[in-house]
């Protein structure tokens, strides 16, 4: 078992400082076997999203491997289509019944388009009905946080945003922390299209700690205080990447990776998303 630590978040729920994300698995037998194998490693916490396709395929992982729902902290987000059609209770309704539960851990909206500040204020019902354990964002800048805040709406628990050694998100990051926000990394390892696993600064600190690139990474996230959720759905990696909590990176390899961060984006402008 992973024996990992958790973080409180601002309403008082913990949430596993490490997670399965499962961004670009396949729906199907491919997202459910990592979510299975992810579970008999030892993770209790996964990383969905309505726009994924494969909340059924959560569904079917976490019944394969015999762990209880309680055990599990799942999080799911609201669609950009259904945020900007104003259809927030009836994608609620639909992640719920594809990932087979009565309610979620943490629902998160998934990017700042149109109708974010309704789509939150239906977010707040829900949770104060107690469907869900705790809302919160991703993708969201300074100023559309300021905007919750200056219309005086429950501040979020969380915020999922792109972060990992090239990107360190030096700005959204401090102000998270400052407000008792959590930071959740995305695409922690750099994600798919440029993963930072051949870093010559990564590997020497790896060949130092007998670790791989990948767990040095994901030990930096934790070590930062970020909630991290690396994807596989490599058995193997899966394993490696939960392989974290046996050591710890000095001052001089956190100095190293500091020293990476090119503040350049890999994926979407949260300023442009969604529009043409
Ligand atoms: N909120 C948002 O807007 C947003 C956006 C993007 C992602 N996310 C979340 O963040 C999660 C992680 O981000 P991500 O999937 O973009 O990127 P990532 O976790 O940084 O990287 C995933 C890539 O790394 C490979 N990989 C994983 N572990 C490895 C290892 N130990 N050695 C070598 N390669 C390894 C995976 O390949 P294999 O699968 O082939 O092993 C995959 O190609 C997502 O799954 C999703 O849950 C959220």
Redesign the pocket.
Known sequence: MLNEPSITLNNGVKIPVFGL?????EPGQSTADAVAWALEAGYRHI???AAYRNEEDVAAGIERSGVKREEIFITT?LSTKDIEAKNTAEGFETSLKKLKTDYVDLY?L??PVPNYVEAWEKLIGLYEQKRIRAIGV??FQIHHLQTLESLGLLTPAAN?I?L?PSFQQKDVKPYCEEKGIAVEA???????DH?L?NEPVLLEIAKKHGK?A?QVIIRWHIDLGNVV??????QA?IA??AQVFDFKLDASDLAKIAAMDTNQRS?WDPERFGTK
């Open positions: 994300g499962v961004f670009r698995s990383d969905t999203a987000k998160l998934h990017w991703s993708n999922q792109e990992h995305w695409s922690p390892l750099g994600g798919q993963l696993l791989t990948a959720i690396p994807k596989s759905v490599k990696r490696e990447n994926y």
